[in-house]
C-alpha cells in the first residue's frame, strides 16, 4: 500500500508565501506523476501544479507565484507559493501516480488547509 503524507500549510496574510511537501511512503517501485491539487468550499477540486520526468505544468491561476519541484530519491514533492492571495485559500491535496509491486494506481493525501487573509 502507498501513503502520501502532507505537511506544511496554513493561515498566511494576502502577498505572503507558504511551503507545502509531500511524501510518498510504501512498496514504491516507481513515481510517474506527482502534483498538487486544491478544493475551495463549494468548488471542485482543481489542478494547482504537477510535474513528470522533468516536466512541470500549473494552472493559469498560480503561473509565476507557485512552483513546483520533486527529489525522487525521497519520493517527495513539494509546492513552493509566493504572493499568496485570498482565492488561493483551499484545502490541497497530493497526488501521485504510483507502481508498486504489481499494481499501478493513483494516490492522494489526506489534503492540508490553506488561508490567505486579505
Known amino acids: 500500500q502507498v501513503q502520501l503524507v502532507e505537511s506544511g500549510g496554513g493561515l498566511v496574510q494576502s502577498g505572503g508565501s507558504l511551503s507545502l511537501s509531500c511524501a510518498a511512503s510504501?512498496?514504491?517501485?516507481?513515481?510517474?506523476?506527482m502534483g498538487w491539487y486544491r478544493q475551495a468550499p463549494g468548488k471542485q477540486r482543481e489542478m494547482v501544479a504537477t510535474?513528470?520526468?522533468?516536466?512541470?505544468n500549473y494552472a493559469d491561476s498560480v503561473k509565476g507565484r507557485f512552483t513546483i519541484s520533486r527529489d525522487n530519491a525521497k519520493n517527495t514533492v513539494y509546492l513552493q507559493m509566493n504572493s499568496l492571495k485570498p482565492e488561493d485559500t483551499a484545502v490541497y491535496y497530493c497526488?501521485?501516480?504510483?507502481?508498486?509491486?504489481?499494481?499501478?494506481?493513483?494516490?492522494w493525501g489526506q489534503g492540508t488547509q490553506v488561508t490567505v487573509s486579505s
Open positions: 510504501g512498496t514504491i517501485v516507481s513515481i510517474n506523476v
Open positions: 510535474t513528470s520526468d522533468g516536466t512541470t
Open positions: 497526488n501521485a501516480a504510483v507502481r508498486t509491486l504489481g499494481s499501478y494506481g493513483t494516490y
